[in-house]
Structure formats: structure tokens, C-alpha cells
């Protein structure tokens, strides 16, 4: 017997359609936090000339260099989760709505014959005094 993916990477009780497991678009926003913070210690690097190789950072890893690194695991981070969501529910991911239940929706308004009516105006009320 073959497992899927999901079967070895999710708990037990969420190897189903309803379980609604969001880890890799957690890891996919993880990446991107990543990606946002090493932007703006760039900036700040920038701002105050930390980002060239002749810093006063010299000892060791630079300023610049420890921020790549951080840009790399941010790139990595982002691109795996999408991977990864996309590999777990077999190139479902990211979807809102099965669209089972958008064509279930739409012909039960057009069997009914009635016109669809518009939604009440909100009207406001004056001001009190």
C-alpha cells in the first residue's frame, strides 16, 4: 500500500478534504516576513553604509553578508511553501471554494424562475441634535 504525501506529513485526523490544513501557506507567509525583514535591514544598511565590503563590520560575517543569508532563507522559505502546499493537496491549493459547490449554487438560483431581486438601500437617519 502507497501513502500520499499527506498521509506521512499531516497528523492522523487531517488526512482528509475537511480538514482545511493551512501549513504551507504558513510557511509560504513565513518566507515572506522573512523577505520583508531582510528589506528593510537593507535599507537601514543603506542608510548608513553598512552594505559594502569596506564596512567597519569586518570581523567575521559582515553586516551585508548575514543579510543575504537571510534573504536567501526568505526566497527558499516562500518558494518551498508553495511547493508544498501544492504537493500535499495534489494541486489544490489556495483555492476558496470547490467549485462543486459554485455550480450547485447557480443553478438552484436559475431553477427557481423567480427574478433576483436587489438587496434594500441602507438609508441613513438624521443627526440628532
Known amino acids: 500500500m502507497g501513502m500520499s504525501c499527506g498521509e506521512v506529513c499531516c497528523p492522523e485526523d487531517c488526512n482528509d478534504e475537511q480538514c482545511g490544513c493551512k501549513c504551507g501557506e504558513s510557511i509560504m507567509f513565513l518566507g515572506m516576513f522573512f523577505l520583508a525583514?531582510?528589506?528593510?535591514?537593507?535599507?537601514?544598511?543603506?542608510?548608513?553604509?553598512?552594505?559594502?565590503?569596506?564596512?567597519?563590520?569586518?570581523?567575521?560575517?559582515?553586516?551585508?553578508?548575514?543579510?543575504?543569508?537571510?534573504?536567501?532563507?526568505?526566497g527558499l522559505t516562500t518558494v518551498f511553501g508553495i511547493l508544498y502546499a501544492f504537493v500535499i493537496r495534489g494541486g489544490k491549493?489556495?483555492?476558496?471554494?470547490?467549485?462543486?459547490?459554485?455550480?450547485?449554487?447557480?443553478?438552484?438560483?436559475?431553477?427557481?424562475?423567480?427574478?433576483?431581486?436587489?438587496?434594500?438601500?441602507?438609508?441613513?437617519l438624521a443627526a440628532e441634535p
Not at 47 to 72: I, P, R
Not at 96 to 124: C, F, L, N
Request: charged share 15%; glycine share 12%; net charge negative.
Open 37 to 74: 525583514a531582510a528589506s528593510a535591514f537593507w535599507g537601514v544598511g543603506e542608510l548608513f553604509g553598512w552594505n559594502g565590503a569596506d564596512t567597519h563590520f569586518q570581523q567575521g560575517m559582515t553586516y551585508h553578508s548575514f543579510n543575504m543569508f537571510w534573504f536567501y532563507l526568505g
Open 93 to 124: 491549493a489556495f483555492g476558496r471554494e470547490p467549485e462543486d459547490a459554485v455550480d450547485e449554487s447557480a443553478s438552484k438560483e436559475g431553477e427557481a424562475g423567480a427574478p433576483q431581486q436587489a438587496p434594500t438601500p441602507y438609508i441613513m
